[in-house]
């Protein structure tokens, strides 16, 4: 058998449908799989220009295509085509053969069908979608879980304290009364409800004889109470999604002229959260009883406040809350 006849076999006998056509676009050899994925019969179609086997709606796609293999040079490129009738998919990958001078002597088109392949990726991509809204849902559950125990530690805490029993739920609403009123509903609102509640939580490391202290603290006590923003970013710390929380929490006790604690930030570099909470908190702090002293009256929190305009507090914000205070709508 000559090597030509055994090349023809080799080509009839391909998985993938395959057309070559010369320069002129016209159909030199198609192979069975081609005859029969393309629906072009061969006997009518050899010798034919490739454009007049397509339909006319498809006619134009298919003169850019081989234009574009002709025109910039390139060796191959691919086409996905879609077979609506038989619910097939199939890659079309057209390529240019050249002889020895680069220059291109006919053009092929091989065409393979993916379908099968196309039904396994999709499968995988639901699979993989199913997967990762069960990991988002596992995720919040155990996001809700670690805030549930985190609530506790807070109970755990007041319940040390308890002049301080109720402060961060208190400090919680009196936060959320004012973003709603200031900012509507937004991010920061979720967002400052849980640093609300949990802004004191570091407070389970401090000792409780400083804690429980009637009267006040020594300066070395108050160094020691100075860390409990630290602690509680270090408890807070293995939630990754809770970044602008930590930082509300966090940063709660600096001073709008920076000389305030942890980290001495001033003026806008405190988050916004903490520059609320900072509010709300000297507002239930004076509101409320402590054990050195009776519960002061609204008036008191709201010249606490207006005295320290600038200083402790941010002005904008700070005279907004006044604001809400002596409008009823806090306090």
Do not use: W
């Given at each position: 058998?000559?090597?030509?006849?055994?090349?023809?076999?080799?080509?009839?006998?391909?998985?993938?449908?395959?057309?070559?056509?010369?320069?002129?676009?016209?159909?030199?050899?198609?192979?069975?799989?081609?005859?029969?994925i393309?629906h072009?019969?061969?006997?009518?179609?050899?010798?034919?220009?490739?454009?007049?086997?397509?339909?006319?709606?498809s006619?134009?796609k298919?003169?850019?295509?081989?234009?574009?293999l002709?025109?910039?040079?390139?060796?191959?490129?691919?086409?996905?085509?879609?077979d609506?009738?038989?619910?097939?998919?199939?890659?079309?990958?057209?390529k240019?053969?050249?002889?020895?001078?680069k220059?291109i002597?006919a053009?092929?088109?091989?065409t393979?069908d993916?379908?099968e392949?196309?039904?396994?990726?999709?499968?995988?991509?639901?699979?993989?979608?199913?997967?990762?809204?069960?990991?988002?849902?596992?995720?919040?559950?155990?996001?809700i879980?670690?805030?549930?125990?985190?609530?506790?530690?807070?109970?755990?805490?007041?319940?040390?304290?308890p002049?301080?029993?109720?402060?961060?739920?208190?400090?919680?609403?009196i936060?959320?009364?004012?973003?709603?009123?200031?900012?509507?509903?937004?991010q920061?609102?979720?967002?400052?409800?849980?640093?609300?509640?949990?802004?004191?939580?570091?407070?389970?490391?401090?000792?409780?004889?400083?804690?429980?202290?009637?009267g006040?603290?020594?300066?070395?006590?108050?160094?020691?109470?100075?860390l409990?923003?630290?602690?509680?970013?270090?408890?807070?710390?293995?939630?990754?999604?809770?970044?602008?929380?930590?930082?509300?929490?966090?940063?709660?006790?600096?001073?709008?002229d920076?000389?305030?604690?942890?980290?001495g930030?001033?003026?806008?570099?405190?988050?916004?959260?903490?520059?609320?909470l900072?509010l709300?908190?000297t507002?239930?702090?004076?509101?409320?009883?402590?054990?050195?002293?009776?519960?002061?009256?609204?008036?008191?929190?709201?010249?606490?406040?207006?005295?320290?305009l600038?200083?402790?507090?941010?002005?904008?914000?700070?005279?907004?809350?006044?604001?809400?205070?002596?409008?009823?709508?806090?306090?």
């Amino acid at each position: 058998m000559e090597s030509r006849e055994i090349l023809k076999l080799v080509l009839e006998q391909l998985p993938d449908g395959l057309i070559i056509f010369d320069l002129n676009d016209d159909i030199i050899f198609a192979n069975t799989m081609a005859e029969k994925i393309r629906h072009i019969p061969r006997n009518e179609n050899i010798g034919q220009n490739l454009l007049n086997c397509h339909p006319e709606y498809s006619m134009e796609k298919m003169k850019r295509a081989l234009n574009y293999l002709k025109k910039e040079k390139i060796d191959d490129f691919h086409r996905m085509i879609v077979d609506k009738e038989n619910n097939k998919i199939y890659m079309n990958t057209y390529k240019a053969i050249r002889d020895a001078n680069k220059k291109i002597a006919a053009t092929i088109v091989v065409t393979r069908d993916i379908t099968e392949k196309q039904v396994i990726e999709q499968d995988q991509l639901k699979n993989n979608q199913i997967l990762q809204e069960q990991v988002l849902d596992l995720t919040d559950k155990l996001n809700i879980l670690f805030l549930s125990s985190l609530t506790c530690i807070v109970n755990t805490v007041e319940f040390k304290d308890p002049y301080t029993k109720g402060h961060s739920l208190r400090v919680t609403d009196i936060s959320k009364t004012f973003v709603e009123q200031t900012y509507g509903q937004t991010q920061l609102l979720s967002e400052i409800e849980i640093a609300g509640k949990l802004h004191d939580v570091g407070k389970i490391g401090i000792r409780d004889s400083i804690l429980n202290k009637p009267g006040r603290l020594t300066p070395e006590e108050y160094e020691q109470m100075k860390l409990h923003p630290v602690i509680t970013e270090q408890i807070l710390s293995p939630m990754a999604k809770l970044k602008n929380i930590i930082a509300t929490a966090k940063h709660h006790h600096e001073r709008f002229d920076g000389k305030g604690y942890p980290d001495g930030l001033k003026g806008e570099e405190i988050p916004l959260g903490a520059r609320i909470l900072a509010l709300a908190d000297t507002y239930d702090a004076v509101t409320s009883a402590r054990p050195y002293r009776q519960a002061l009256p609204r008036e008191r929190a709201i010249s606490e406040i207006k005295n320290n305009l600038g200083t402790h507090y941010d002005p904008e914000l700070g005279n907004k809350f006044i604001d809400l205070v002596n409008s009823g709508t806090i306090g």
